[in-house]
């Protein structure tokens, strides 16, 4: 049985992981829980956005046989104590930003895991680094008797990577927004003219964030897919991540990169 894991909100992007998975013939269960503890103190926990009526038919539309939907009394019981931490491709970029943001979320996958016993866990690779560090909870764990199935980012047809928060932006920041999957070409369109400097190549998609007015620039930078450590040189796997902030909202985006 294939696990999907969401906090809800679904859209095309979550769905698409759940065709996926049913196309393979894999017995689907997603799950909805928006995980109070991968959010900081000044984060969108009160607006993000609920819709579980909802997700409940598109997720049986899309082929899942159940959704779990545990309350939160349930997950965090009076008196809950634990939490797992990961070190490694934790620490920096979404590790740096946002200091508690991967231990609520290796906290959770871990409980869901042990709650649900998948056989398959699927995430996005929208979320790079969070893929990077569930993968070394789970091998650190030895939980990675589970497969952990990656699926490739889904975009909208303007290029945006789909993302629950997308629904925050305005048409016009929208249209701003469209610089992230931009300098993610930028920077591919660098490595595929023969430039192999990470430092280099993340400049150029820098470049192109700082010239979107109303867009702030949080981290452009050339990674190791799996350590998440900034790589000087492409000569192997990499990854280009971006994330930025318009006003309060705060988006994510990446690719990978082939050295000619
Ligand atoms: O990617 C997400 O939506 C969440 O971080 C996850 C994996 C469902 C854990 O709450």
């Known amino acids: 049985m294939t696990l999907v894991p ?3 909100a679904l859209h095309d992007g979550h769905l698409a992981l759940v065709r996926a998975s049913v196309h393979r013939g894999e017995t689907v269960i997603v ?23 909802r997700d409940v038919e598109l997720s049986i539309d899309a082929g899942a046989v159940a959704i779990f939907a545990p309350p939160a009394t349930e997950v965090y019981p009076e008196g809950f104590a634990t939490t797992v931490t990961v070190d490694g491709p934790a620490r920096e970029f979404e590790g740096a930003v946002r200091p508690t943001h991967f231990a ?25 680094q969070q893929v990077a560090v569930v993968r070394r909870m789970m091998r650190d764990l030895n939980l990675d008797d589970i497969d ?16 629950s928060r997308n629904r925050y ?39 192109v964030i700082d010239q979107a007015p109303g867009l702030q620039l949080d981290y452009a930078a050339v990674v190791h897919p ?11 796997p990499a990854l280009l991540c971006v994330a930025a902030r318009i006003g309060p909202t705060r988006l994510l985006d990446n690719a990978v990169l082939i050295p000619n």
Request: proline residues 6%.
């Open 226 to 236: 799996d350590t998440f450590l900034p790589l000087a040189r492409i000569n192997g």
């Open 6 to 8: 969401t906090m809800g």
């Open 104 to 128: 609520g979320v290796t906290t959770i996958v871990a409980k869901l895991l042990l709650m649900v016993h998948p056989d398959r866990l699927v995430l996005g690779q929208k979320d790079a």
């Open 148 to 163: 952990l199935v990656v699926h490739p980012i889904i975009r909208d047809a303007d290029g945006l990577a789909m993302s």
């Open 31 to 53: 799950s909805v829980f928006v995980n109070p503890s991968q959010f900081g103190p000044y984060e969108d926990l009160d607006r993000y956005p609920r819709q579980e009526a």
């Open 169 to 207: 932006l305005h048409d016009d920041e929208r249209q701003i927004a469209l610089a992230l999957p931009a300098s993610l070409a930028a920077a591919q369109h660098c490595v595929a003219e023969g430039q192999t400097d990470g430092t280099t190549v993340a400049a150029a998609a820098r470049r």
